[in-house]
């Protein structure tokens, strides 16, 4: 996101006060709120690129999520849509493998493994908290 410059060289700055308080430009200050709330977004990286203090803009997001009458979820990862599939029980005490490859480059195994330990296996993976590139 490209945003013009404002007074002192600070994006959306529209004015300051003798006592340090910011008045932002309420279209850049919407657009700014807007890409916090794309899924997987780092508020405090994104606050931190605009010259805006992250907590600033954290109160931003919950202001406007209370207008609007959103609550943001807690304790949920950000992790976009799986990328894997459902398992299938298996009734037999067959000995499973599964092969996972993460976004990372990452490759991991689990080999000669019951149907209870690939379960687990897949429910931690599934917790993932990888950011979409």
């Known amino acids: 996101m490209t945003l013009d410059s404002g007074i002192s060289g ?4 529209v004015s300051i006060s003798r006592n340090g308080k910011r008045r932002y430009d309420p279209i850049w200050k919407e657009r700014l709120i807007a890409a916090a709330l794309e899924p997987g977004v780092s508020i405090a990286r994104l606050a931190l690129e605009h010259g805006v203090n992250a907590n600033q803009l ?12 959103v609550r943001a979820p807690k304790n949920v990862p950000a992790c976009g849509p ?9 009734t037999s005490p067959a000995r499973l493998q599964l092969k996972a490859s993460l976004r990372n480059g990452v490759l991991l195994e689990l080999a000669n493994a019951d149907a209870h330990a690939l379960s687990v296996f897949i429910e931690v993976l599934g917790r993932c908290n990888v950011p979409a590139r």
């Open 82 to 90: 799986s990328a894997f599939v459902p398992v299938v029980e298996v």
């Open 10 to 13: 600070r994006p959306g700055v």
């Open 58 to 69: 954290r109160n931003w997001v919950k202001v406007l999520r209370d207008r609007q009458g």
